[in-house]
């Protein structure tokens, strides 16, 4: 599956820690190959789910929560960050030292 990937796209999404085959084609399924509609990375983020809301009031941030969201997507970039907790490449190590 990689070696279709791979002449579907142009690019190996396995070299990235974290991602396999099959999470790159999930990925790949829902946003597609001419990513036009996300213009800036800001857009995609939000879209994803991933930019908090902030609630502000009188200059005060009063909630800062993440939307939820039913995204194919967002799931399997959540599952990718999640396995580098065993990783042992730099990834790995950058995501054990939030801890």
């Known amino acids: 599956m990689r070696k279709y990937l791979y002449r579907m796209v142009g690019v190996d999404f396995t070299l990235i820690d974290g991602l396999d085959a099959v999470t790159g084609q999930t990925i790949l399924s829902e946003v597609?190959?001419?990513?036009?509609?996300?213009?800036?990375?800001?857009?995609?983020?939000?879209?994803?789910?991933?930019?908090?809301?902030?609630?502000?009031?009188?200059?005060?941030?009063?909630?800062?929560?993440?939307?939820?969201?039913?995204?194919?997507?967002?799931?399997?970039?959540?599952?990718?960050?999640?396995?580098?907790?065993?990783?042992r490449s730099a990834l790995g190590t950058f995501y054990k030292s939030f801890d």
């Open 32 to 87: 597609g190959l001419e990513s036009e509609c996300f213009p800036t990375v800001k857009q995609f983020t939000s879209w994803l789910g991933f930019c908090p809301g902030q609630k502000i009031t009188g200059g005060k941030v009063k909630s800062s929560k993440t939307r939820p969201v039913v995204n194919r997507a967002a799931n399997a970039f959540r599952m990718a960050a999640f396995s580098l907790t065993h990783s």
